[in-house]
């Protein structure tokens, strides 16, 4: 547990002030019984996401079930699976959704050993991993994709010893969009992939580190996901321009990145960059300046994230990238790499969906 709340519920409308409220839901750190100061956390986004739809339903039992705990709406507590007699207080709250604040930085990037950028872009991220599913699966339709995307998350999520009713939940979300129109599929998919849940760093640590043996289970809803950038519906939240993303390299791989300006790389996973210079900057000591200057841009998440300070651009799966310059801050002590992300006239110019 630890973030905030729920990213497919209704928006609650202060009629007032015409300020946009979500559910969030906090459960009470210490037990009843102390007589401390009360301290509340909150619920990551999609554990808060289950006890929401608990919470709507007027029929059946009112217990959400969480991986170690569950929660008694009726009593408003959550209670240990292993020993049921310690409890926690919950409680649910209306909070404006423009200052919601993710306890965890989704801007600053954990690296593969094989250091920031890769030389080959065929050989993973949208090439050698979303496209080899796709070419094994082109006969697929939407509904067939959903269904092979939640089957995978479950699968995985077993196999990483993942909450099983975090990967649930994950799946009942994109069966939920089957039937529907491509724009909802991929506004189903980039509300997943922006909420704060294991899917995320498991699909990229998937791509950056090219897992093969994921490419059946998780290739499913990265094509999907990676389909939300050439959505036609979605044109509207194409982003150009310069986007930021924090990351901690240590003196070889800046010393690579020195001896590589001028050169095309790629990020073989789905990069997560922000139009917020200091977000990004936060816990880092390298920044990556991206000037996007893609054929269809980056796209701009803020109206479907529960987030919208992160003013998050996402950037495809193996992106094309010119490392320009690099340079290092000395009042921020920070090196910078300047790159351009933008399609090449060789083998990346195929980075978009048959």
Known sequence: MGC?????????QDTQNQ???????YWQEDSWETKEKTIWRRYQDIESAIIEEVYEERNGPKVANLDKYYIDLNEYAQISRRNPTKQWKVK??????ADL???TNRFVDSQSTAGPFYDVPTAGGYHGFIKAWKARNEHRS?????????CGIIFEAVRDGKDSYQAEWLANSLRKAKDSSIENISITCIKLYTMESFLYKMINDALRDNDQSRVET???????LCQTHYDKSL????LWGVVYRGTVLDDAMIEKCKASVGEWKCWYNFASTSRNRALAEEFANTLFIIDIKLARGGLSLEKYSMYEMEKEVLLPAGVPLRIDQVEYDNEKQKHLIYVTAKTRDTACKSLQLP
Not at 4 to 12: L, P
């Open 19 to 25: 300020t946009f409220k979500v559910p969030m839901w």
């Open 218 to 224: 998780l290739g499913p809803f990265c094509y999907l």
């Open 4 to 12: 905030v709340v729920v990213a497919n519920v209704q928006n609650e």
């Open 92 to 97: 649910r709250e209306l909070c404006i959704r």
């Open 235 to 238: 044109d509207k939240h194409q």
């Open 101 to 103: 604040i993710r306890e």
């Open 142 to 150: 939407d509904n067939e994709s959903l269904e092979l995307a939640a």
